[in-house]
């Protein structure tokens, strides 16, 4: 850390350097944890299953997500300082805030892809069992019905609307040890039989039941599989611990309220209405024309254009990888099993990592799930990546994010 006299003036561009040079490439961060307010988890991150006072912050929001190497803060409704925001561990034991870094150093830790630079998180979905209002069979609630055409200014939606994808990784292994196959549900677009009048309907009746849910296609959540949902689409992510990639805003139209719930008091729906679904628009019909692409949602093509099986890129007896995301979006994940390693070529495009699953090194630095302080990390620039399981008894898994495409 530099200093002026006695006076801490905090790391510099020269503790980057050190940490990433002594580190071999690899920078670590504090997880950034980030609370929502619209749904619960399967405590999977953290205890998130149900709003009740002993698992919500002060806002009344439960730790669902977690931001992999953000520089983008999180537009809650009740924001707080710093929310979204990664902190990198540095060699001396400072942290700093990637967007900082970036200021102080970002040709040695992003290279040229600063600019391209995605937001990727864990979403912990879940909560309690529901019966929808459609339905006697109980249901794991998912993420509620949403849109993401742009953030609302004067009245009407700004483009670009989020663009976002999903990677459904395995849930079968340690530390989460949940065999949810067949059973977790994900909605996406609106049925061919839907008209504009229905839904507009249902956008009016939002909090008072659940029939938006009714109007949208259904699918079942399985590992291995990878979602791309373009701006405008509907879509209500499945109770799965999930990894998300999206351009890096947070922008957001509920068009359904938490599946199974309803509001104490028409104040306090309205209110959530007002906060989550219109959002500064000025009332369903526009909410229709600006945020929802009707054409897209309805494609009868829509699960053939933007799911996808992954592809299995490498094989052999030292494990697989795996091609995580397509379109926009690019990731690689590795299943090293025990006692092998992985050498990953130099390349110029930094990559963030998460360690799904086990332990072991990556560049000769300890990592393992168990450990929040070496389960996140960036790889910058310029570096080979070799992910070793010569010590775990169990495959170690590792997934890996680059920047967009241009």
Same mark, same amino acid.
């Given at each position: 850390?530099?200093?002026? #006299?006695?006076?801490? &003036?905090? @790391? !510099?561009?020269? $503790? ?9 490439? *690899? ?36 730790p669902v997500e977690w931001w992999i190497m953000s520089q983008t803060p999180a537009l809650n409704p009740i924001p707080k300082p710093g929310e979204g925001i990664t902190q990198l561990h540095l060699?001396?034991?400072t942290q700093l805030t990637l967007t900082d870094a970036i200021s102080l150093a970002g040709d040695v830790i992003m290279g040229d892809y600063a600019t391209l630079w995605p937001l990727t998180k864990?979403?912990?979905? #879940?909560?309690?069992? &529901?019966? @929808? !209002?459609?339905? $006697? ?9 949403? *849109? ?259």
């Amino acid at each position: 850390m530099a200093s002026v #006299g006695d006076t801490a &003036v905090g @790391p !510099s561009r020269d $503790d980057i350097i050190a940490t990433v040079k002594s580190q071999h490439g *690899v920078i670590f961060s504090k997880p950034a944890v980030v609370c929502r307010g619209v749904y619960s988890g399967r405590n999977l991150l953290a205890l998130n299953s149900h709003f009740s006072p002993e698992l919500t912050d002060h806002r009344g929001y439960l730790p669902v997500e977690w931001w992999i190497m953000s520089q983008t803060p999180a537009l809650n409704p009740i924001p707080k300082p710093g929310e979204g925001i990664t902190q990198l561990h540095l060699l001396d034991g400072t942290q700093l805030t990637l967007t900082d870094a970036i200021s102080l150093a970002g040709d040695v830790i992003m290279g040229d892809y600063a600019t391209l630079w995605p937001l990727t998180k864990v979403l912990d979905i #879940g909560g309690q069992p &529901v019966k @929808p !209002s459609f339905s $006697d069979k109980e249901e794991v609630p998912p993420i509620p019905c949403h *849109v993401h055409a742009g953030h609302v200014k004067d009245g009407c939606c700004c483009p670009p609307g989020k663009l976002e994808a999903y990677f459904i990784p395995p849930l079968n292994v340690p530390p989460y040890n949940k065999d949810l196959e067949g059973e977790v549900v994900i909605r996406y677009g609106l049925k061919q039989s839907v008209e504009q009048n229905e839904l507009l309907g249902c956008l009016s009746q939002f909090g008072e039941n659940d029939r938006i849910y009714q109007l949208m296609n259904v699918d079942f959540v399985r590992p291995f599989e990878s979602w791309t949902i373009q701006p405008k689409m509907l879509h209500a992510p499945g109770p799965w611990l999930t990894l998300e990639i999206q351009t890096p805003q947070d922008d957001f139209n509920l068009l359904g309220w938490q599946l199974g719930q309803r509001f104490d008091s028409d104040e306090a729906r309205l209110a959530a209405k007002k906060d989550t679904q219109l959002r500064g628009l000025t009332d369903e019909k526009a909410l229709l024309d600006e945020a929802i692409d009707w054409d897209a949602n309805k494609d009868p093509d829509f699960k053939k254009k933007w799911h996808t099986k992954c592809d299995i890129l490498e094989e052999g007896e030292w494990g697989k990888k795996v091609q995580l995301f397509y379109h926009k979006f690019y990731g690689e994940g590795f299943i090293v099993n025990s006692g092998h390693k992985y050498v990953s070529a130099e390349d110029s495009r930094p990559r963030a990592g998460v360690v799904w699953s086990g332990e072991g090194t990556i560049n000769m630095k300890h990592i393992s799930h168990n450990d929040w302080n070496s389960r996140e990390f960036l790889l910058t620039p310029n570096h080979e990546m070799t992910i070793d399981n010569s010590s775990g008894s169990i495959p170690l898994m590792v997934f890996t994010i680059f920047p967009m495409l241009p």
